[in-house]
């Protein structure tokens, strides 16, 4: 595997080259930028399958490196590293990047070299990084990127019914009836609940769209019904939590 650090924290990136020597199995060649138009003639140069991008640099940030190439031409993966706000790195699960955080740690690390390995997501960078930047410029995210054994499925949230654990998967269920089975699990989701204040997770299998709800039934152990028929149970610690949000909609 080639690999492109950019980092303007020279010793930073020299950390990391290190934590990468040391980490990859499959390591060919590894080369360092301290700025993005460097970093992006060493992409050109060396074709490399990752590069390590850090977010905030001081001349040009990470995420204009979209300026520099077109579509079709993302043919490696794309990996942010920050030192930065709870914000930034929710925007990186939502538009399904992988991110490791400063300081970076060695089994962080070893995880998203073995996603890289794996992935199938190099055709749909530009369309993730121009909606990751929109999201970070406007402080507001309208989309929710789903990882699938393809791709990624871009999903507008206000179509997202509900989501439930299936194991190591996550189902997504949408407005139109469809369901999209993502590869991660649903803990990873979590902070759609942080992130939007119409998520809500009332069971430990479950997160769902507030703006759905149909009807709360106090039978059964308590549950709700969402509109699309689905029945979804609120845990014992979770009712009296559940009803003080609904009684203030």
């Keep these: 595997m080639k690999i492109v650090i950019i ?6 990136g020299n950390l990391l080259k290190i934590l990468i020597e040391e980490h990859c199995d499959s390591l060919d060649d590894i080369f360092y930028a301290d700025n993005l138009r460097e970093g992006v003639t ?3 140069k060396h074709n490399p399958q990752l590069v390590l991008l850090d977010i905030e640099m001081p001349d040009e940030k990470g995420l204009e490196i979209v300026n520099y190439f077109e579509d079709g031409q993302f043919n490696f993966e794309l ?7 709870e914000y930034a790195v929710k925007a990186f699960e939502i538009n399904a990047f ?29 369309e993730r990084l121009t909606e990751l930047k929109a999201a970070l410029q406007s402080n507001k995210f309208n989309k929710i990127g789903l990882s699938v054994s393809d791709g990624i499925i871009f999903v507008a ?12 998967y996550t189902e997504v269920f949408l407005e139109n009836g469809k369901k999209v089975l993502v590869s991660k699990p649903l803990k990873t989701f979590e902070y759609l609940t942080e992130l939007n204040n119409t998520f809500y997770r009332p069971h430990r ?4 769209n507030l703006q759905f709800l149909k009807q709360y039934v106090r039978r059964d152990g308590n549950y709700i019904i969402m509109e699309n028929k689905c ?3 609120i845990s014992k610690h979770k009712r009296e939590e559940f009803l003080q949000i609904i009684n203030s909609i």
């Excluded at 019914?161 to 194991?167: E, M, P």
């Excluded at 299998?205 to 769902?208: D, G």
């Design 98 to 126: 992988d991110y490791l955080l400063k300081p970076i740690r060695p089994e962080k690390l070893k995880e998203v070299l073995s996603n890289v390995e794996s992935s199938n997501n190099k055709r749909q960078i530009h």
């Design 7 to 12: 980092d303007d924290e020279v010793r930073a």
């Design 79 to 85: 990996v942010f590293t920050t030192a930065y706000s």
């Design 42 to 44: 060493l992409i050109k």
């Design 157 to 168: 949230l206000n179509e997202v019914v509900h989501l439930a654990a299936s194991g190591m």
């Design 205 to 208: 299998s479950f997160i769902c």
């Design 231 to 233: 029945e979804i149970p």
